[in-house]
């Protein structure tokens, strides 16, 4: 094999410093929607299930941080470090949550079209989120029907839960919007993200807690604890919590980032 040239090795050191362009992540995400839309619905459901249960160690970390953090008002700066934690679990392990979805899945439908390829998206977002809710609630239910923790804990689980309630119907579907848009907008990041891929997790996940934009999976697993401890009414969980927020959340995965990206670059991914 031929040496490179100084000039080769030059151009080589510029290619890998140069961020890739555009059109480049979108055809990277669209492959990757693609592919998912050929997985089976139990093998979704599955991946689906285990997100669910995974976003669940959100709630706990920032939990258990709450618990040995004094009361300050610095506190949710640090507290609210934990609520990446679910996020990791599940983007790193390539597990399937709804919210990525509203991206990946969303850019083969608006290239291609089709009444078949509209019923295929619409299977693997049902799958996906039916299992990703099913996982919150399975483990909200042990959180607060089992010794896993004691009494203390429990208590903080509680306060930390009540603080996702409360805000109206309108609110939580413009703050869920903003939240769908951040989320989609982390799944563009990382393609090309490479080492900084951790970094653009926690500080996304990061900025959705703190700001107490609602999350349909990471959001219900606090809504459906106050269920499981009959402090807060399944109607309400569902009409007051997890409608406005899937809601919102589809519309900014959907509109704001998937319709954006898509009329910008399909024309040179084409």
């Not at 919210?99 to 009444?115: D, E, F, Q």
């Amino acid at each position: 094999m031929a040496k490179k040239t100084d000039e080769e090795k030059t151009e080589d050191e510029i290619a890998e410093r140069t961020a890739p362009p555009g059109d480049v992540v979108y055809q990277a995400i669209y492959d990757e929607g693609e592919h998912e839309l050929t997985r089976s619905t139990g093998a979704l459901a599955l991946s689906g299930l285990a997100a669910g249960l995974s976003m669940g160690f959100s709630f706990v970390s920032e939990a258990l941080l709450h618990l040995h953090l004094p009361e300050a008002r610095w506190t949710p700066l640090v507290t609210k470090l934990g609520y990446s934690v679910g996020f990791l679990i599940v983007i790193l392990g390539r597990q399937q949550l709804f919210t990525k979805n509203t991206l990946t899945v969303i850019l083969p439908l608006l290239k291609k079209r089709g009444r078949a390829l509209l019923a295929n998206v619409a299977r693997l977002w049902l799958a996906v989120l039916l299992a990703n809710l099913f996982g919150a609630l399975l483990f909200a239910w042990l959180l607060a029907n089992t010794p896993l923790f004691d009494d203390e804990t429990r208590q903080v689980f509680s306060d930390v839960a009540s603080s996702a309630v409360g805000a109206g119907f309108g609110t939580l579907l413009l703050r869920a919007t903003l939240a769908g848009w951040l989320i989609a907008l982390m799944v563009w990041l990382l393609p090309f993200a490479e080492a900084a891929r951790i970094w653009v997790i926690v500080i996304l996940a990061y900025l959705v807690g703190l700001a107490h934009l609602p999350h349909v999976v990471a959001g219900n697993i606090e809504t459906f604890y106050l269920v499981a401890t009959g402090k807060l009414s399944l109607a309400q969980c569902l009409g007051g919590y997890l409608i406005p927020t899937l809601i919102g959340n589809t519309i900014g995965g959907v509109a704001l980032v998937a319709v954006g990206a898509h009329a910008e670059f399909k024309a040179a991914a084409q």
